[in-house]
């Protein structure tokens, strides 16, 4: 999981934290209420090599050292968000990490999250940190065969991640064997979807972990190295600049208005329109525009954490 | 994680179960005494297309499919003997997999757990189930921390796997730069480990998780391709047919008396040499020779999972 502005892949991990009500005697309230607002410093630019560091936290405060477009970062900012949970949001350059950073993770990944002197890290584990420390607002379910369902879900669904990175790094010559590969991934999910969500009749751990990913794939869909399509132009303005990307390649086998595509992956389209609606989505993600963006700029090894700001 | 006989490496996970021990109302009283015997039919012979389905479970039995070999069944087969549960093992013969097998495991691997009419699959996912159904023997600590940590542990040893059988397929081109990158995991964890166990001081989730791939290293330690060393002949009888595997490499770089090599892993040098003389450990595991002897014939893609029976 290297962090070089090389691969788009697994390039990351990052978040955004929250700070914490707190009340008297030092007890958790968490606000069950999901909002943008308790990720403060979302959109703050990130820190790099010769920036300060940022003041010691107090107890009871959560930090969570991200990166805007990071797609393990938004794990756990909709995790944070969903659970209500306040957190100062700090944002690295990965390309130019300060020096101090170092101490936090000493591989200098995001996301790691701070609280209480400790560092938690790791996209899948920071999510299971946060259920076991606040129960009470717990995403995964309290008994063990569906706490352990939706772990092996995660499991079966990660398969997707390469082959979404496989397909934004496609080669003319390798593009129809990744489109594939895709392909299989989406049946797969599709036939694991046997409710609205992966998490039964509500959106649950193993639907916030995958999502980012979907989310990404979604930018991409519709979308040729070769040409624009109609849908390219319509959805976001954003592909007005698409010529800058001529030679690289995207999902061209999927429905932008209609991601993955109704006809083949019903459920999955389904359960995407809905996940886009949740506002732990909305106040966890970047706007798509900016993403797509950051995407493309990041493929072609000019990743701009600061994008926009 | 595919499970034909061409990797050495992620071949497959198992594990072997045990019956629990019912009350009146049913509920759960697993006993905390380690014993070998609350594996049932741990080498029982692997099942394989044609050999009838197992009978029914009752409720409130455990059984673990499993393969005798396998270091993810043993992950699973270290933590049932730890916490003392009872379960009945059915090996299945991974090259040809019972066709009834497939209903209990969509993609036919091992391990797979089955209680009360569930399965649950992924050798790091069924200790974690079996501590959530079973808390008051739980291996995984109670503060949401230290159980953070014990995940991250989990993941950051986790490389070292695949370290480990790049050693074993190992080819005398690239044998220097896969034994480098073995060095580099195996001072990755030494630095890892600040007390006596991964755990703290016992083990734990960690240790258990990674422990069966650290057995499988020390078979091979201080074994050439080339020729056997002394400590070759010395250590297993098994070692006398060595002649066979001429062209393969080892770890050589590696102490087999004393592995991984005190001097140089002053700390990992000791765990081992604890995790070796845990009862849970010796209840789970293979005799050495045997062991050795089954990867020795995996590598050359003959495995056979009844090797001595």
Not at 77 to 85: E, F, N, Q, S, T
Request: glycine share 8%; charged share 25%.
């Amino acid at each position: 999981m290297g962090l070089s502005g090389v691969r788009i892949g697994y390039f990351s991990r990052s978040w955004r934290l929250q700070l914490y009500f707190f009340t008297a005697n030092f007890s958790l309230r968490p606000s069950t209420m999901v909002s943008a607002s308790s990720l403060i410093g979302v959109d703050s630019r990130s820190l790099k090599k010769g920036d300060p560091a940022p003041d010691d936290l107090r107890p009871g405060q959560f930090r969570i050292y991200s990166m805007r477009f990071c797609p393990f970062a938004e794990r756990a900012l909709i995790y944070l968000a969903k659970k209500g949970i306040k957190a100062e949001v700090v944002n690295i350059n990965l390309s130019e990490k300060p020096d101090w950073y170092f101490k936090k993770h000493p591989e200098g990944k995001v996301p790691a999250l701070e609280y209480n002197g400790n560092i938690v890290v790791e996209s899948a584990i920071i999510p299971q940190y946060l259920d076991d420390l606040l129960p009470e607002t717990s995403v995964l379910p309290k008994d063990p065969y569906e706490r352990a369902k939706q772990r092996i879900l995660l499991e079966q669904l990660s398969s997707f991640i390469g082959a979404v990175y496989g397909v934004f790094r496609a080669t003319p010559e390798d593009r129809q064997a990744k489109e594939e590969r895709l392909h299989t991934e989406l049946a797969k999910a599709e036939s694991l979807l046997e409710k609205e969500y992966f998490g039964g009749d509500h959106a649950g751990f193993a639907d916030y972990m995958i999502y980012p990913f979907y989310e990404r794939l979604a930018l991409f869909a519709g979308q040729s190295g070769d040409h624009a399509g109609f849908a390219d132009y319509m959805i976001y303005p954003f592909y007005e600049r698409l010529a800058l990307f001529a030679g690289q390649s995207g999902a061209q086998s999927l429905h932008k208005e209609d991601f993955p595509g109704r006809q083949q992956y019903h459920r999955l389209t389904k359960w995407f329109r809905n996940m886009q609606s949740l506002p732990e989505i909305t106040a966890a993600q970047q706007p798509p525009e900016m993403l797509t963006q950051y995407l493309h700029g990041y493929i072609k090894g000019i990743a701009d954490y600061d994008l926009g700001l």
